[in-house]
């Protein structure tokens, strides 16, 4: 009797236990792995084809298309579903313009039931494709971007992979507003994938991208890449690059780097030239300033002055005549040369004049070194300005414990301090235009295909950097420069047209690198009242190479090409 209770006890526990195995995998299968063989049900009965979503077009701030989309197509085989492979694999070849036995093999080889055959095929060839009625073979709608001005705007729009994303430029920066959320065709299938007579398809529309409407002014940016072709025809330059800026808000007008490519034939089989003529250098590449520079140090000493610091200069106050000076042993000259070592004894207006370098280093010395830093942090210098665009640069500033005098005096005078020419435009910008730093942009709107605004990009201010008295003095001083002094060769007559000059030695290897030279000039007019604010910068040209002589001129044709097309009048 003892052993029959141990074993009906034991035959009760195990099926005790088997019911709970059940139960349990039961409660598995339905519950927790339930979503998941449902979807491979579906997944077994149904075949998706996608729906792309149209990426969003990018135009000029006045509505000209800059980047856009063609009508183009993907065209996908289910093998299973095809009657004929050998007719279909001739027709694709033939129809596609692409090998026989590379299509053979792609559909024959390749695991996967589904196959893509070719992406942004035109409609024509789907045209084509359809008279064949192949049973199997699919289409739909992908992204093929076009950009209608070639090599326009090259190294800010930037480019796409083949599949629609974003690889550089806005086209990265601002790819998830560009790229749209993509949709879907399902379609009631057999087991092996071939298409039931009257089932249902089940469509999931895509979301179509966003748009951008940039600051960019087309016929602006035309002007510029004009002038920056020439620059690299006339000087036989290394590089040429042009920025406009509207220096009461920061919006970008125009921005050019030359050389450049066509953004319809990307030179995607080189990638180490791709990524060089892809690179806007004016955001992310640095260089010595030089004498464009000798703003800042101005702007500085005027402010001081007006501050009541009795270590900075009065306007009128009169510098050495001395073409010398020495700091630490070392030797700083003007670039201008006199017999007896000296020049026209000049006030800070004729040293902006004349770029007398020796007189941008008594400013430094009597400010001093934590005063000249308070001006640099605050016009941004060592720090990104913030622009809507990927990589941009720091620029390179040395920490304020490490500068030693010799240091300081360079860097009066734009040596031994690193900017990009984003930054120098922004600063000066912040100078000139009643003391207010403004954060560079390059995207005015994000709106939808219906014409509604997503976003609107309004004028950031970083702050005060000068006074507006400062910035009234500063100018005039400025507009000197260029009706009287070394800028003249952006003089327009009867334009109240403002700038300055900058030449500099290039280093290798920590040391000067002879005969290379960046010459550049930063400029903007009207001098009373600043609405279009230009720096152009010519690295290496060849012969000629002062600022004044190679880059002047370049600012002066923009300026009258945008004159003529605004209907600027003459001033009163």
Same mark, same amino acid.
């Given at each position: /009797?003892?052993?029959?209770?141990?074993?009906?006890?034991?035959?009760?526990?195990?099926?005790?236990?088997?019911?709970?195995?059940?139960?349990?995998?039961?409660?598995?299968?339905?519950?927790?792995?339930?979503?998941?063989?449902?979807?491979?049900?579906?997944?077994?009965?149904?075949?998706?084809? @996608?729906?792309?979503?149209?990426?969003?077009?990018?135009?000029?701030?006045?509505?000209?298309?800059?980047?856009?989309?063609?009508?183009?197509?993907?065209?996908? =085989?289910?093998?299973?579903?095809?009657?004929? /492979?050998?007719?279909?694999?001739?027709?694709?070849?033939?129809?596609?313009?692409?090998?026989?036995?590379?299509?053979?093999?792609?559909?024959?080889?390749? =695991?996967?039931?589904?196959?893509? =055959?070719?992406?942004?095929?035109?409609?024509?060839?789907?045209?084509?494709? &359809?008279?064949?009625?192949?049973?199997?073979?699919?289409?739909?709608?992908?992204?093929?971007?076009?950009?209608?001005?070639?090599?326009?705007?090259?190294?800010?729009?930037?480019?796409?992979?083949?599949?629609?994303?974003?690889?550089?430029?806005?086209?990265?920066?601002?790819?998830?507003?560009?790229?749209?959320?993509?949709?879907?065709?399902?379609?009631?299938?057999?087991?092996?994938?071939?298409?039931?007579?009257?089932?249902?398809?089940?469509?999931?529309?895509?979301?179509?991208?966003?748009? &951008?409407?940039?600051?960019?002014?087309?016929?602006?940016?035309?002007?510029?890449?004009?002038?920056?072709?020439?620059? /690299?025809?006339?000087?036989?330059?290394?590089?040429?690059? /042009?920025?406009?800026?509207?220096?009461?808000?920061?919006?970008?007008?125009?921005?050019?780097? !030359?050389?450049?490519?066509?953004?319809?034939?990307? @030179?995607?089989?080189?990638?180490?030239?791709?990524?060089?003529?892809?690179?806007?250098?004016?955001?992310?590449?640095?260089?010595?300033?030089?004498?464009?520079?000798?703003?800042?140090?101005?702007?500085?000493?005027?402010?001081?002055?007006?501050?009541?610091?009795?270590?900075?200069?009065?306007?009128?106050?009169?510098?050495?005549?001395?073409?010398?000076?020495?700091?630490?042993?070392?030797?700083?000259?003007?670039?201008?040369?006199?017999?007896?070592? !000296?020049?026209?004894?000049?006030?800070?207006?004729?040293?902006?004049?004349?770029?007398?370098?020796?007189?941008?280093?008594?400013?430094?010395?009597?400010?001093?070194?934590?005063?000249?830093?308070?001006?640099?942090?605050?016009?941004?210098?060592?720090?990104?300005?913030?622009?809507?665009?990927?990589?941009?640069?720091?620029?390179?500033?040395?920490?304020?414990?490490?500068?030693?005098?010799?240091?300081?005096?360079?860097?009066?005078?734009?040596?031994?301090?690193?900017?990009?020419?984003?930054?120098?435009?922004?600063?000066?910008?912040?100078?000139?235009?009643?003391?207010?730093?403004?954060?560079?942009?390059?995207?005015?709107?994000?709106?939808?295909?219906?014409?509604?605004?997503?976003?609107?990009?309004?004028?950031?201010?970083?702050?005060?950097?000068?006074?507006?008295?400062?910035?009234?003095?500063?100018?005039?001083?400025?507009?000197?420069?260029?009706?009287?002094?070394?800028?003249?060769?952006?003089?327009?007559?009867?334009?109240?047209?403002?700038?300055?000059?900058?030449?500099?030695?290039?280093?290798?290897?920590?040391?000067?690198?002879?005969?290379?030279?960046?010459?550049?000039?930063?400029?903007?007019?009207?001098?009373?009242? @600043?609405?279009?604010?230009?720096?152009?910068?010519?690295?290496?040209?060849?012969?000629?190479?002062?600022?004044?002589?190679?880059?002047?001129?370049?600012?002066?044709? =923009?300026?009258?090409?945008?004159?003529?097309?605004?209907?600027? @009048?003459?001033?009163?």
């Amino acid at each position: /009797m003892t052993v029959l209770r141990k074993r009906l006890f034991a035959i009760t526990i195990a099926v005790a236990f088997l019911f709970l195995f059940v139960f349990g995998r039961l409660f598995y299968v339905q519950v927790i792995w339930g979503e998941d063989l449902q979807e491979k049900a579906i997944d077994q009965w149904t075949r998706e084809i @996608p729906v792309i979503a149209a990426r969003g077009k990018i135009t000029d701030v006045n509505g000209v298309v800059l980047a856009g989309n063609a009508d183009t197509y993907t065209v996908f =085989v289910r093998k299973r579903a095809v009657e004929d /492979m050998d007719k279909l694999c001739a027709a694709l070849s033939e129809t596609l313009d692409m090998e026989y036995d590379y299509v053979y093999k792609r559909l024959n080889s390749t =695991v996967s039931s589904e196959v893509t =055959v070719k992406k942004q095929v035109t409609k024509d060839k789907i045209n084509k494709l &359809l008279e064949y009625n192949f049973s199997g073979v699919y289409y739909s709608r992908d992204n093929s971007r076009i950009y209608p001005y070639n090599e326009f705007l090259t190294s800010v729009l930037g480019f796409t992979s083949t599949d629609g994303k974003g690889q550089s430029g806005l086209e990265l920066y601002y790819d998830k507003y560009l790229s749209g959320i993509d949709g879907e065709i399902l379609y009631e299938t057999d087991i092996v994938g071939v298409e039931i007579d009257g089932g249902k398809a089940t469509y999931i529309p895509a979301t179509d991208g966003l748009n &951008l409407k940039l600051t960019i002014d087309y016929e602006i940016q035309s002007l510029c890449e004009a002038a920056m072709d020439e620059a /690299m025809e006339v000087h036989k330059a290394k590089s040429a690059q /042009m920025l406009v800026i509207d220096p009461n808000t920061g919006a970008i007008r125009a921005m050019c780097c !030359k050389p450049s490519y066509n953004l319809n034939d990307i @030179p995607r089989d080189d990638i180490s030239l791709l990524h060089a003529l892809s690179r806007n250098g004016l955001v992310c590449d640095i260089y010595e300033p030089g004498s464009t520079f000798k703003v800042l140090t101005a702007a500085a000493n005027i402010q001081e002055y007006l501050n009541g610091n009795k270590a900075a200069f009065s306007p009128q106050h009169i510098f050495s005549s001395s073409r010398y000076r020495y700091v630490d042993g070392q030797k700083v000259k003007c670039w201008s040369t006199h017999e007896k070592g !000296k020049h026209a004894a000049l006030n800070l207006a004729g040293a902006l004049n004349n770029s007398c370098n020796p007189i941008f280093v008594d400013i430094a010395m009597s400010l001093g070194k934590e005063t000249m830093y308070k001006y640099i942090e605050a016009f941004n210098y060592g720090s990104v300005t913030g622009i809507d665009f990927s990589g941009e640069a720091q620029g390179m500033v040395l920490p304020v414990s490490a500068v030693q005098n010799v240091d300081l005096a360079r860097i009066a005078f734009g040596q031994t301090i690193a900017v990009t020419g984003l930054q120098l435009a922004a600063a000066t910008a912040a100078a000139i235009n009643g003391g207010i730093y403004y954060t560079p942009h390059l995207v005015s709107e994000i709106y939808d295909g219906n014409g509604i605004i997503a976003e609107e990009i309004q004028p950031q201010s970083k702050g005060r950097v000068i006074s507006e008295e400062a910035s009234t003095i500063l100018s005039s001083m400025l507009e000197s420069v260029v009706r009287d002094g070394s800028g003249k060769q952006a003089y327009i007559e009867g334009y109240r047209v403002a700038g300055k000059t900058g030449t500099a030695q290039k280093y290798e290897n920590g040391i000067i690198a002879a005969g290379k030279y960046v010459s550049s000039f930063v400029g903007y007019f009207p001098a009373n009242d @600043p609405q279009y604010l230009a720096l152009v910068v010519i690295d290496e040209p060849e012969g000629q190479y002062y600022g004044s002589t190679v880059a002047a001129p370049f600012a002066k044709s =923009v300026f009258e090409g945008i004159i003529d097309l605004k209907n600027i @009048p003459l001033p009163e």
